[in-house]
C-alpha cells in the first residue's frame, strides 16, 4: 500500500508520461509529414497543342500522388529505402551485353532488353536510360523500369556506368564523371546502327538525368530520331549542388560523406587500373587523399576532375553540368522533382522552373512527396511494386507516341516522330 508520502507524486509521473507522450507523436506526426494530404503534381508549362495533348491523354499530370501514408511523406525514408532496398518484388528482366572499345583504351558497357509485346501504337520506340551515380542495369529501380517498359512495347538499352560493374574491369585509367557523355553517345550511336527504325526515348535518372541533358544540349545532331527526353531527380548544376552539399540541413552533409563513402569503394576497387601506371593521371599522393576524403568535392577534387584534365573544381563542376546546354534541347522534355528530396537544394529548382517558363517544349513536374528516385505508391504501409515515376514516364512516352499520328498543328507541334518516320 503507498505511503500518504508518495500518493501526491502519482498524478505528476502521469503527467510526465502523457506529456512525454504527447512529445513523441508530434515528433512523429512532423517528421513522417502525417497532416500532409496527398496532392496531384504542381507543373509549370506553357500552353500548347502539345501540352494540351499531354494534360488530356496523360492522366497521371493531373492525379493524386499517393504515397504510403505511415512513411511515404517523408523523403528521407522514401530516399533511404531507395538506397538499401531499390524496388519491392524486383524483377529480373533478361538483356543482352554489348561491349564497345573507346578511343581512349576504355571498354564501355550496356545491356539492350527487347520489348515482350508490341507497342500501343505499334511504333519501334526504345528507351535509352541513363542510371544514377556509380549505378547500371542490374540495380533494382533500373530492372523494375526496364521489366515495366518491356511490357508496355519498349525495347531498353542501359548504359553501365564506367567502373560501375563489379564483374568488370577498367580497360583505361578511366571512370565514369557528373558530365562525360562519351559512353552514352556510344550507346546511342550503336542502337541508330543496330535498329535503323526505332525512335528513342532517352530517359536519365539522378546523374543520368544530368548526362542525357547535356548530351542532347551538346549538338543538335543528338536530337535526331529522339522522341522525347525525361530527368528524374537530378541538380542540374553541379556547382551550385556542391555548396549545398555542405549543409546539415535536411541531412545533406551526411548524405554527402555516404555517397563519397559509396565513391571511394568504386574508385578503390579499380585502384591498380586507375592509380600508378603510366597513362594514369593519378598517383600515389591522390590515392592517400582519397583514402582520407569524407566529401564528394574532396574526391572530385583529388581524382575525378582528373580523369579530363581539368584545371579546377570551379572548371570541372561548370562544364560538366546540363544547365548551359538544356536551352539547347528542342524534343520534348519532362524534368521531374520532388520537394522533399533531400539531395536537391529547393534553390536548385528555380533552374526547371525558368526553362518550363521559357521554352514550350519542356514540362517541369514537381511532386510534395517522392524523396530522392523513391516515389513509392501505396496504401498504409506497404509499397507497391511499381512507382509512380515508373508509370509517369512510359504514360508520357506512350502519350507522345499517340500525338505523333495526331494530325500536326504546327511543325514544332507536330515534333518528332511525325518528321522521324
Same mark, same amino acid.
Given at each position: 500500500?503507498?505511503?500518504?508520502?508518495?500518493?501526491?507524486?502519482?498524478?505528476?509521473?502521469?503527467?510526465?508520461?502523457?506529456?512525454?507522450?504527447?512529445?513523441?507523436?508530434?515528433?512523429?506526426?512532423?517528421?513522417?509529414?502525417?497532416?500532409?494530404?496527398?496532392?496531384?503534381?504542381?507543373?509549370?508549362?506553357?500552353?500548347?497543342?502539345?501540352?494540351?495533348?499531354?494534360?488530356?491523354?496523360?492522366?497521371?499530370?493531373?492525379?493524386?500522388?499517393?504515397?504510403?501514408?505511415?512513411?511515404?511523406?517523408?523523403?528521407?525514408?522514401?530516399?533511404?529505402?531507395?538506397?538499401?532496398?531499390?524496388?519491392?518484388?524486383?524483377?529480373?528482366?533478361?538483356?543482352?551485353?554489348?561491349?564497345?572499345?573507346?578511343?581512349?583504351?576504355?571498354?564501355?558497357?550496356?545491356?539492350?532488353?527487347?520489348?515482350?509485346?508490341?507497342?500501343?501504337?505499334?511504333?519501334?520506340?526504345?528507351?535509352?536510360?541513363?542510371?544514377?551515380?556509380?549505378?547500371?542495369? !542490374?540495380?533494382?529501380?533500373?530492372?523494375?523500369?526496364?521489366?515495366?517498359?518491356?511490357?508496355?512495347?519498349?525495347?531498353?538499352?542501359?548504359?553501365?556506368?564506367?567502373?560501375?560493374?563489379?564483374?568488370?574491369?577498367?580497360?583505361?585509367?578511366?571512370?565514369?564523371?557528373?558530365?562525360?557523355?562519351? !559512353?552514352?553517345?556510344?550507346?546511342?550511336?550503336?542502337?541508330?546502327?543496330?535498329?535503323?527504325?526505332?525512335?528513342?526515348?532517352?530517359?536519365?535518372?539522378?546523374?543520368?538525368?544530368?548526362?542525357?541533358?547535356?548530351?542532347?544540349? !551538346?549538338?543538335?545532331?543528338?536530337?535526331?530520331?529522339?522522341?522525347?527526353?525525361?530527368?528524374?531527380?537530378?541538380?542540374?548544376?553541379?556547382?551550385?549542388?556542391?555548396?549545398?552539399?555542405?549543409?546539415?540541413?535536411?541531412?545533406?552533409?551526411?548524405?554527402?560523406?555516404?555517397?563519397?563513402?559509396?565513391?571511394?569503394?568504386?574508385?578503390?576497387?579499380?585502384?591498380?587500373?586507375?592509380?600508378?601506371?603510366?597513362?594514369?593521371?593519378?598517383?600515389?599522393?591522390?590515392?592517400?587523399?582519397?583514402?582520407?576524403?569524407?566529401?564528394?568535392?574532396?574526391?572530385?577534387?583529388?581524382?575525378?576532375?582528373?580523369?579530363?584534365?581539368?584545371?579546377?573544381?570551379?572548371?570541372?563542376?561548370?562544364?560538366?553540368?546540363?544547365?548551359?546546354?538544356?536551352?539547347?534541347?528542342?524534343?520534348?522534355?519532362?524534368?521531374?522533382?520532388?520537394?522533399?528530396?533531400?539531395?536537391?537544394?529547393?534553390?536548385?529548382?528555380?533552374?526547371?522552373?525558368?526553362?518550363?517558363?521559357?521554352?514550350?517544349?519542356?514540362?517541369?513536374?514537381?511532386?510534395?512527396?517522392?524523396?530522392?528516385?523513391?516515389?513509392? !505508391?501505396?496504401?498504409?504501409?506497404?509499397?507497391?511494386?511499381?512507382?509512380?515515376?515508373?508509370?509517369?514516364?512510359?504514360?508520357?512516352?506512350?502519350?507522345?507516341?499517340?500525338?505523333?499520328?495526331?494530325?500536326?498543328?504546327?511543325?514544332?507541334?507536330?515534333?518528332?516522330?511525325?518528321?522521324?518516320?
Amino acid at each position: 500500500m503507498a505511503s500518504l508520502e508518495e500518493l501526491p507524486l502519482l498524478p505528476v509521473f502521469d503527467g510526465v508520461k502523457l506529456a512525454a507522450l504527447a512529445t513523441v507523436l508530434y515528433v512523429i506526426v512532423r517528421s513522417l509529414h502525417l497532416k500532409s494530404s496527398p496532392a496531384p503534381p504542381h507543373v509549370t508549362y506553357q500552353d500548347t497543342p502539345l501540352n494540351r495533348f499531354l494534360f488530356k491523354s496523360c492522366q497521371i499530370l493531373t492525379q493524386e500522388y499517393i504515397p504510403p501514408l505511415l512513411w511515404g511523406k517523408s523523403g528521407h525514408i522514401q530516399t533511404v529505402l531507395y538506397g538499401k532496398m531499390g524496388r519491392v518484388a524486383t524483377p529480373k528482366p533478361c538483356g543482352v551485353r554489348t561491349f564497345l572499345p573507346m578511343e581512349d583504351g576504355a571498354t564501355m558497357t550496356f545491356d539492350i532488353f527487347e520489348a515482350l509485346g508490341d507497342h500501343s501504337t505499334q511504333d519501334d520506340i526504345t528507351m535509352v536510360i541513363c542510371p544514377g551515380i556509380g549505378n547500371h542495369s !542490374e540495380k533494382q529501380y533500373i530492372r523494375t523500369f526496364v521489366d515495366h517498359s518491356q511490357r508496355k512495347g519498349y525495347r531498353c538499352a542501359v548504359l553501365n556506368h564506367l567502373g560501375a560493374l563489379p564483374d568488370i574491369e577498367l580497360t583505361s585509367p578511366r571512370m565514369f564523371t557528373y558530365g562525360c557523355t562519351w !559512353e552514352f553517345a556510344a550507346m546511342v550511336s550503336h542502337i541508330k546502327r543496330e535498329f535503323p527504325q526505332t525512335l528513342m526515348a532517352v530517359v536519365g535518372f539522378s546523374l543520368g538525368g544530368n548526362i542525357v541533358c547535356k548530351f542532347l544540349g !551538346e549538338r543538335h545532331s543528338n536530337q535526331e530520331r529522339v522522341l522525347c527526353c525525361v530527368s528524374v531527380c537530378q541538380g542540374y548544376s553541379v556547382l551550385r549542388a556542391q555548396e549545398t552539399f555542405l549543409q546539415w540541413d535536411q541531412g545533406r552533409r551526411l548524405y554527402n560523406f555516404l555517397l563519397a563513402s559509396k565513391m571511394k569503394k568504386i574508385i578503390l576497387a579499380h585502384r591498380d587500373t586507375l592509380f600508378g601506371t603510366k597513362s594514369s593521371r593519378l598517383d600515389d599522393a591522390d590515392l592517400n587523399r582519397l583514402r582520407a576524403a569524407t566529401s564528394l568535392m574532396q574526391i572530385d577534387d583529388t581524382i575525378m576532375r582528373k580523369f579530363h584534365d581539368y584545371h579546377s573544381l570551379k572548371e570541372y563542376y561548370e562544364t560538366e553540368s546540363c544547365v548551359q546546354y538544356m536551352h539547347n534541347i528542342s524534343v520534348p522534355l519532362l524534368l521531374v522533382n520532388a520537394v522533399d528530396d533531400p539531395l536537391v537544394h529547393p534553390s536548385l529548382l528555380a533552374i526547371p522552373r525558368t526553362l518550363a517558363d521559357k521554352k514550350a517544349n519542356v514540362l517541369f513536374v514537381l511532386t510534395q512527396h517522392g524523396g530522392h528516385l523513391g516515389f513509392f !505508391e501505396g496504401a498504409v504501409l506497404l509499397p507497391k511494386p511499381l512507382t509512380w515515376i515508373d508509370k509517369l514516364i512510359v504514360s508520357y512516352t506512350d502519350t507522345l507516341c499517340q500525338w505523333g499520328r495526331q494530325p500536326a498543328h504546327t511543325p514544332q507541334d507536330g515534333h518528332r516522330l511525325r518528321s522521324a518516320q
